[in-house]
């Protein structure tokens, strides 16, 4: 199976303690190296932070003095191209953000006309919309609060020590 | 608050056919081109170079596999059949699916300093920048998506078969390994490769050598494009699934992932074994999967042939009583007078 499966071009950038490393993808900044952390900030693409240290799938940064975690993905170079579509990117071509991100979402005249109608689709997104709200009360703020004694209680403990020195 | 009433369950095999014919959507514009899991067993002809112009970064995936949800998310929308994110079974199903992403990481690790070595041709993906999102639909058919960056969809009828907290566990790694793995975007890569009139469409832009069409193309094109590869991949997810060896793959990856995060390495095949003569299970499963009892099969001897430990956890039994509590006892069902799980 494995032999028509080509290798693609997924290339981490070399992120050294102490060097300043333009970010490639949008990532949260975590607090801990812990996907459920609390968020303290986010990077976005072409925004330059500097990077303080490496542990496992995290490294950690420094963006405007204040230290955090995100996941490599933040520098990973696919060679995808400039085009990172997506509300938070304006793109880079001559269009509108909303033409933009309704291309990177799928909203095609042709998915209007056959399809899932765009008022449905809008919905759908504002229920991912807020299972990614970082509200005070939302599902990242519950985790934050709950995932130690979680992991804890059921006796997880490897998975409680990933990410700790 | 009872027991979500979830074991009526409906003969049709195909739940995205079921619920996507509900609110009026033609099933037979799901089968306009050929699906990329077909593509993937007749793949022919990509070169590495040809695929790679189809290469996405972790923020086009991340933004594809967004569309990709909010397509298999719609219909439930609609009938007010999404759990509220902070409900406590939707708490609860992310902090399982929260440790078993942590076994995801913490494999990389492991396979970096060579635990047992990949002899993989396709590398992992980069870990979602955004994180992972676990979301629990009302659903009487079972069904669970792993669906590029970082979206996982679970039905709470496929949740309430799990039999513990680790069985539930191996049904989400094995959607996490599907993402981790790439399967979906490399079933989209293929596809679009193979796709002929996205040859031509691409044929008539200038790409440069080791870079992505997406940059290239004119925008209403590239709409186009995206908006038929995301639609394509809910036919991939539901349909005809990402083929037989994606899924033994994700089987045999989410059980790494299973026992690096302290679960039971068998999480996934003690599922399989408990359902494998369901026949609301087989028959949701049928053309998506290989049979369970075959799959549970292979996974066992992975178990006894990599070693992982723990096969079967000690601290199962305390993890089974909060697993209980979440989805069969009377603390986190919907109220009685509510069964249905609210929408806003």
């Known amino acids: ?165 | 608050v009872k027991r979500l009433h979830l074991f009526a369950l409906t003969t049709v095999g195909c739940m995205a056919c079921t619920t996507l014919d509900k609110i009026g959507i033609k099933s037979d514009a799901l089968h306009d081109s050929p699906t990329a899991s077909a593509l993937l067993k007749a793949a022919r002809g990509c070169s590495a170079d040809d695929l790679k112009k189809f290469e996405m970064s972790a923020d086009n995936e991340y933004w594809f596999g967004r569309s990709v949800a909010d397509r298999l998310l719609a219909p439930y929308v609609s009938q007010k059949h999404v759990y509220e994110p902070d409900s406590p079974a939707a708490v609860y199903l992310n902090e399982v699916g929260q440790a078993a992403v942590v076994g995801a990481l913490l494999d990389r690790e492991a396979t970096a300093t060579s635990r047992y070595a990949r002899k993989d041709a396709v590398p992992d993906r980069p870990m979602p920048g955004r994180g992972y999102r676990f979301i629990l639909v009302q659903d009487a058919t079972p069904g669970a998506w792993g669906i590029p960056g970082g979206f996982v969809i679970v039905t709470d009828a496929l949740v309430q078969k799990a039999g513990s907290e680790d069985q539930l566990a191996g049904v989400l790694a094995h959607e996490v390994a599907h993402i981790q793995r790439g399967h979906g975007v490399e079933a989209v890569k293929r596809a679009m490769c193979q796709d002929k009139n996205v040859g031509a469409v691409v044929s008539s832009v200038s790409v440069d050598v080791g870079k992505s069409v997406y940059a290239a193309l004119p925008l209403d094109k590239l709409v186009d494009l995206l908006g038929k590869a995301s639609k394509n991949m809910i036919s991939t997810l539901t349909e005809s699934g990402y083929g037989a060896d994606y899924e033994d793959e994700a089987d045999a990856y989410g059980t790494r992932y299973l026992a690096a995060s302290g679960y039971s390495a068998l999480g996934i095949a003690d599922y399989l074994r408990r359902v494998q003569a369901d026949p609301a299970f087989t028959s949701a499963t049928s053309k998506t999967h290989p049979p369970a009892a075959e799959r549970a099969a292979k996974i066992e001897k992975q178990v006894t042939a990599e070693r992982l430990t723990p096969p079967h956890s000690p601290n199962e039994p305390a993890r089974s009583k909060r697993f209980t509590v979440a989805f069969g006892g009377k603390t986190a069902a919907p109220a009685a007078a509510d069964a249905r799980p609210r929408t806003n």
């Open chain 1, 1 to 165: 199976m494995r032999s028509w499966i080509p290798l693609t071009a997924v290339l981490l950038a070399a992120a050294a303690k102490g060097d300043t490393r333009r970010v490639l993808n949008h990532a949260k900044v975590l607090a801990e190296p812990k996907y459920w952390a609390k968020s303290v900030s986010s990077v976005d693409r072409g925004q330059d932070v500097k990077v303080l240290g490496e542990k496992g799938g995290w490294i950690q940064v420094e963006l405007n003095g204040r230290k955090g975690f995100v996941p490599q993905s933040a520098f990973v170079d696919d060679a995808a191209g400039d085009l990172h579509f997506g509300a938070e990117q304006p793109p880079t071509q001559t269009a509108s953000a909303a033409q933009a991100a309704n291309a990177s979402r799928g909203f095609s005249k042709e998915a209007n006309a056959q399809d899932v109608s765009k008022d449905h689709l809008e919905a759908a997104d504002a229920w991912i919309a807020k299972y990614e709200s970082a509200d005070a009360h939302g599902l990242d703020a519950t985790l934050a609060a709950q995932m130690p004694r979680f992991l804890a209680d059921g006796r997880l403990d490897a998975a409680a020590k990933e990410g700790t020195p």
